[in-house]
């Protein structure tokens, strides 16, 4: 046999150099041509030969005739072999980007029941990211998931890239634990170096975990190799508040799983918190408006969580505090901060004075302001902006009553410009998302809410009718039961708990008790107080992590040793730690480093133009007490 391949090799060569002197072909042409006049005439003639592994490509051939010359080839074949330079072809298309044409030539596909497993999930793997070029995950995780994979070589080239691809598709479906058990499978594997950023990967999918998530995928953890890299998650969010705490246990860490194949080249976030921590402002400047009890709020917050810093590490920054409370224009305070050699500023609080400084083209030095300035955001170098948005809170009460399947809202307010001007961003947002406002009532200090719920609910329109059937009728004999509306899905509450207490109570007397009530963080003053916030019972409304979390360390310290705060007061405590939290993670959450830190104030992300951003918890009134309330969604039947 190997005598008719040599001889059909031979006469193949005399024949394309005929050609070539016969019709003066270019001898480049030539050569390629026959490279894979060659590699297919071998194909077909070799048959009892071992498969071949893959076809070489002809060097100078387009990408279009390569893969025409491996399906050419493929034709003149059966069998494994056949499939074997099939599956390379779609592989060739789908590396330059072919993807229709790929999908097309994969329908013609018959699968013999007999493939190597090699080919098996070769197979799988190309139908996978036929289906991803589509936005396909869910199928795609089928065929990586399927009968096809059952045979994998984990050690195995191959094998790698099929766990790479598994990892990446179940993260772009929200799967982060399934995700990082499969990059996991390449470092087990893996002790070389050849894959190194495969630990990034890891680190990604771990860190898009809630930390029930992370204690629960220790639980299930098999081997050394997963289990430390869960632990190696879990202290890090543990210590998330400091980076030198961080630091310290990354140490220890490496110091227990000494054999972890991590130890050595950590994921690349690593290295840059210790470039974070060596570069950390030393000499930060606050400014407030310490004459108000806004102010004094926050610097509380603020020197708390400084003095927190300060017992786990000496290596704090210098603080000077500059008082804001008579100053109309910001130039002179900062430029005084600036002067003394500060190389940040945390301030200032009022939204006028952060104005003016999202006015100016550039800052000296990084400035993390305490609330938002009016103007477009925009990508400013050193202008950080952070604030308790109410945006923030409305926004999230959309989304928690659109995934429960509510498409119709109506909304009740207080009448002052403020709360109007929320009312209306509320409207805005629901009616851009494709829902609908029905109904929408405000209230004054001194309104008759009776009133404002009989409009709200449609029950003064019930009465007007009786009303008029009643005077045309006898009365003796008639009895009146009012009606409410019935294409309320949800009520969107503003209102302080005092206001809130009165509200609740009058919907349930105009049968509107069973409609969703949601709510912003106001309607709760953080105190436990049973009996009066049963009036609440059954409201959903947004919080800050710190007004639930009673069993906080820092808070209980506060708590014991300040003065009394409530409601607003709490949260703007809450605002003052975190934005000291804060002030080494600028750059790291400005360039993507780290994605989101976990706030007293909640969930703290940053947009492109540099302004904070807060996902809350979530919380609801049940039997008087303010409690964690689990997301409802539409699938649920909820």
Known sequence: MLDTCISLFINSCHTLIKLMTTFLLPASHILARLVLTVSVALAIACASSPPITNVVLPAGESTTESIDGLLAAARSRTGVARVRLEVQAIEAMLEAGLYERAEREVQEFNIPDDLPAELNLRYAMLRARIDLSANQAEPALRWLSGALTSNLEDRSQLGMEYYRLLGDTLLSTGQAAEAAF???EISSNFSNGEDSDVFDNIW???????????SALADSASNYEMR??????????????SIRSQLDSIDQWRRTWARHSAVNRLPNQFNLLQQTWNRRPTHIALILPLQQAAGNAIQEGFLSAYYQALDISREVPRISVYDSSNVTSVYGIYDEAVASGADLVIGPLNKQLVNQLAELPELPIKTLALNYSDSAPIDRLNLFQFGLAPEDEITQAIQLAWNAGHRNAAIVTPQSEDYLQLKNFFA?????RGG????QETFSG?????????????????????????????????EFTPRRREDIDFIFLIANPRQGRQIKPTLAFYFAGNIPVYAMPSIYDGQTNQSENSDLEGIVFTVEPWVLNEADALKIEIDSNLRQAQGPLQRL??????SFRLYPRLDQLANRDLTALQGTTGKL????????????EVARFEDGLARQYREESADSGS
């Open 182 to 184: 499969a990059y996991m």
């Open 204 to 214: 990604t999918a771990l860190n898009g975990l809630e930390e029930s998530e992370l």
């Open 228 to 241: 430390g890299w869960i632990e190696l998650a879990k202290i890090v969010r543990i210590e998330q508040f």
């Open 428 to 432: 805005e947002s629901w009616l851009s």
């Open 436 to 439: 609908e406002l029905v109904s």
């Open 446 to 478: 001194d309104s008759d809410y009776a009133e404002v719920i009989k409009r709200l609910v449609a029950i003064d329109s019930s009465e007007a009718r009786a009303d008029r059937l009643l005077d045309l009728l006898p009365r003796n004999n008639m």
């Open 573 to 578: 405590r809450a605002m003052g730690i975190d």
């Open 605 to 616: 992300t940053m947009s492109a133009e540099r302004r904070i951003r807060r996902l809350l």
